[in-house]
């Protein structure tokens, strides 16, 4: 019954994190387009006059287009990042949790959830910084004031990535739990999940 509810478990985080792998990457590929689009102002309100005289400038001497750019341009990495993360959920698929060592287990609970931790906080830091960024909320900010928060979206993006590569604990096995047979060197579990000794002739 264990057993039946853990396979439950892995299964219903793995077609989470499925689809949520999937909305990011086209919330990515959408803002990414935006992105450009405002960056070279074929979206949005222009800088140039009739002259064709820039009358808009930000810090740094850079047209208004190419912040506003920029910000979704950040936003759209973060989500691709946390796309990539969510999308490597191989782990779900692989060895019961059951059958590892309790020191192994408890490491893959507790880095699974710190990186879901690293999910929402990524997707957090990502809205504050395109709302402060474009003004939005209801302060006296510009372009550049969204920067930190999208860095720091971007950054736990990659630790999302770093804690989500669980698969590692899944290969550990029980010093005791394992023999060697025959003269070839060959391990073979006593539990018999797993036989690393080479098929013989008759069975292949």
């Known amino acids: 019954m264990q057993h039946r509810r853990g396979n439950e478990a892995h299964n219903a985080a793995l077609e989470a994190e499925h689809w949520l792998a999937w909305f990011l990457s086209a919330?990515?590929?959408?803002?990414a387009v935006l992105g450009l689009l405002r960056a070279y102002g074929i979206i949005g309100p222009e800088n140039t006059?009739?002259?064709?005289?820039v009358t808009s400038?930000?810090?740094?001497?850079?047209?208004?287009?190419y912040w506003d750019g920029g910000l979704l341009l950040l936003a759209a990495l973060s989500s691709a990042l946390l796309a990539f993360a969510l999308?490597?959920?191989?782990?779900?698929?692989?060895r019961d949790l059951a059958a590892i060592p309790d020191r192994e287990e408890n490491l893959w609970k507790t880095e699974h959830l710190l990186a879901y931790v690293m999910v929402v906080a990524s997707v957090a830091f990502a809205i504050i910084g395109v709302v402060t960024g474009y003004n939005k909320d209801g302060g006296h900010h510009w372009q550049p004031d969204g920067i930190p928060w999208l860095l720091t979206s971007i950054g736990a993006a990659i630790l999302a990535n770093v804690l989500h590569s669980v698969q590692h604990h899944q290969l550990a096995h029980e010093e005791h739990g394992t023999q060697r047979t025959g003269t070839e060197g060959f391990v073979q579990e006593r539990r018999g999940e797993l036989s690393e000794t080479p098929p013989t002739r008759s069975q292949r």
């Open 49 to 53: 006059t009739a002259a064709g005289q």
């Open 27 to 31: 919330l990515a590929i959408l803002l």
């Open 57 to 65: 400038i930000s810090p740094g001497g850079l047209p208004d287009t």
């Open 87 to 94: 999308h490597r959920n191989d782990h779900h698929r692989m």
